[in-house]
Every structure is written in structure tokens, then in C-alpha cells.
């Protein structure tokens, strides 16, 4: 089955818009390919530009004026039929199937795969002495994974420099190498251990 792992980066927590949304696509014979996507929205709350450092003029600039519904098509039938993987899926898709019911197209993916729930009793990262939810950051941590040579990794994927969280390339392919690091500690190998962690 054709895998997606992807990522947003919003207007902010409600399903307001999705300024950017990228994905990495693995097809059944194992071939690669990375999709970005900007788009123009109307407006970012507080919170989310802080967190990005982007505002509204920086998507309009970004897109070229081009919205979601420029796009949802092509979108539409990437993801159709796909596993799609994420990390706290749920936000992504409520914002997904949100963009697509403004489009008057109903999203209800059946194949999905939250890295931040699956990987909560693995990296056992800690809030007052309780186990919580793993950020990516701390996912990426806890598999040695070196942040530099993702953000090299991202560049080759996508054709675009993206060097830090919060940017959806960056995002979705620090998650897409932990994801594969992992497979390979299951599974006695180090093909991608041997190029992503530190020391190799």
C-alpha cells in the first residue's frame, strides 16, 4: 500500500486554513518522491506565527496567490486509498478535512498511523513525572538522529531549503527518517542509521 507521511503548518488550532502542507510519498515499489505545497490564506493567529514565524503576506508570497481548492484534486487522489502517516494525525486531518469540505469534497481517510501516540511508551518523554506525547523534536532526540543531515535529506527530497521545525518539508521528513531508524533497530539493520545518526 502507497504510504504518505505528511505535515501542515495552519492558521492556527481551530480548522481555520492550511498555509503549507507537505508530503513524502512511498509507493508500493519502494520509489520516493516529495511534494510541497504554499498556499494563500486569510489570516494566522498569534500563536501559530510565532511558532512558524510566518504570516499571512509570507503565504501569499509563498503560493504565488494559488489557494487550497487550486490544489484539492490533485491532493484528493494522492492521498485516496494511502496510509497516511503523521505525527498527532488527528490535527492534520481535521484541518485537511476541513479544506476539502469548503471544496464540497468529503475526506474520510480509513488508513492512518499517528507516530506521536505509537511512539509515546518508546521515547517515554516526561512532564511532571508523567508520560506524555512525544514532540517530533523529542522523537528525533531519543533515535540519535542527526538534525543536520535531515535538513541536507530534506533539500535533496524537496528542492528547498527547509532547516528548522515548523517548517512542513522539514517536519515531515524528520518524522519519515525516525519512522525508518526505528525499522531498522526492529529489524537488526542500518541502512538508514548508518547515514541519519550521529556518529555514522
Same mark, same amino acid.
Given at each position: 500500500m502507497k504510504q504518505i507521511y505528511f505535515d501542515t503548518e495552519t492558521s492556527g488550532l481551530e480548522p481555520g486554513q492550511i498555509g503549507q502542507l507537505a508530503m513524502i510519498i512511498l509507493n508500493d515499489d519502494q520509489s520516493i518522491k516529495a511534494k510541497n505545497y504554499f498556499f494563500d490564506i486569510d489570516s494566522v493567529e498569534e500563536g501559530a506565527a510565532k511558532v512558524t514565524g510566518r504570516d499571512a503576506e *509570507?503565504?501569499?508570497?509563498?503560493?504565488?496567490g494559488k489557494r487550497f481548492d487550486d490544489y484539492a484534486s490533485e491532493i484528493y487522489n494522492e492521498m485516496e486509498g494511502a496510509m497516511l502517516i503523521a505525527h498527532n494525525i488527528k490535527f492534520d486531518v481535521k484541518f485537511l478535512t476541513a479544506e476539502f469540505f469548503r471544496c464540497n469534497a468529503i475526506f474520510t481517510p480509513t488508513q492512518q498511523f499517528d507516530t506521536m501516540t505509537y511512539f509515546k511508551p518508546i521515547v517515554k518523554a516526561q512532564i511532571y513525572g508523567k508520560i506524555k506525547n512525544p514532540k517530533l523534536e523529542e522523537l528525533v532526540r531519543y533515535m540519535n538522529i542527526d538534525t543536520n543531515k535531515v535538513a541536507r535529506f530534506t533539500s535533496r527530497l524537496f528542492g528547498i531549503d527547509a532547516e528548522a521545525y515548523?517548517?512542513?518539508?522539514?517536519?515531515?521528513?524528520?518524522? *519519515?527518517?525516525?519512522?525508518?531508524?526505528?525499522n531498522d533497530k526492529?529489524?537488526?539493520?542500518?541502512?538508514?542509521?548508518?547515514?541519519f545518526c550521529k556518529n555514522n
Open positions: *509570507f503565504y501569499h508570497k509563498a503560493s504565488g515548523h517548517d512542513a518539508m522539514y517536519d515531515t521528513t524528520s518524522m *519519515f527518517v525516525a519512522v525508518e531508524v526505528y526492529l529489524h537488526g539493520n542500518k541502512q538508514w542509521a548508518d547515514v
